[in-house]
């Protein structure tokens, strides 16, 4: 009957409306899903580029390794965008303004990209030696200086988040000082 119809109708329109009401929560729930997996995808990223890009930092004869507090620099063969193995020039350089902290990452002398640092208040980077001593500075300032280059064992970044501190340590992997010649300059034949 035409009753029963418009019953059936309005149960079905009821069940619709619902329906469309779910996905649309859905939907929400799913971009605040997708963002904070975006925020912790990009943290997880630029930790590993980080690490890894420590761990291929080499020194030889003409190489300098500088560090300061906010930046350091020197040559690693793990490059984010040259070729893996290919000594390159590489800078990474805490920028606060005021209210947010970024670590900016350049290859070669240009800027290859940046990230915020999530709710960072402070960040620094510090250098430790092979002896386990830190220093704010690479080389550190103590005393004689070695006129040969070297590498810090480990760098570390230092970021305070709401009043808590928290490291991030990469290991320089291969040697910390360039290789000596015992007898004189090797020839090629």
Known sequence: TLMEMLVTLMLVSFATMLMF???GSYRIARERVQRQSGLIDRQALFQDWFRDSVHG???????????ERE????????????????????????EEDGERVAIVYVEDGSERWRVLLARADVAHFAYIDEAGKESPTWPPKRGLVDARPTLPAVVVLSRTLGGREVLQAAAVLGPLKPPVRLYGEEELE
């Open 21 to 23: 009401q779910m996905l």
């Open 57 to 67: 930092l080499f020194i030889a004869e003409g190489v300098q390794f500088t560090g």
């Open 71 to 94: 930046r350091f620099s020197g040559t690693t063969l793990n490059p984010m965008y040259a070729p893996e193995g290919s000594p390159t020039e590489v800078q990474w350089t805490i």
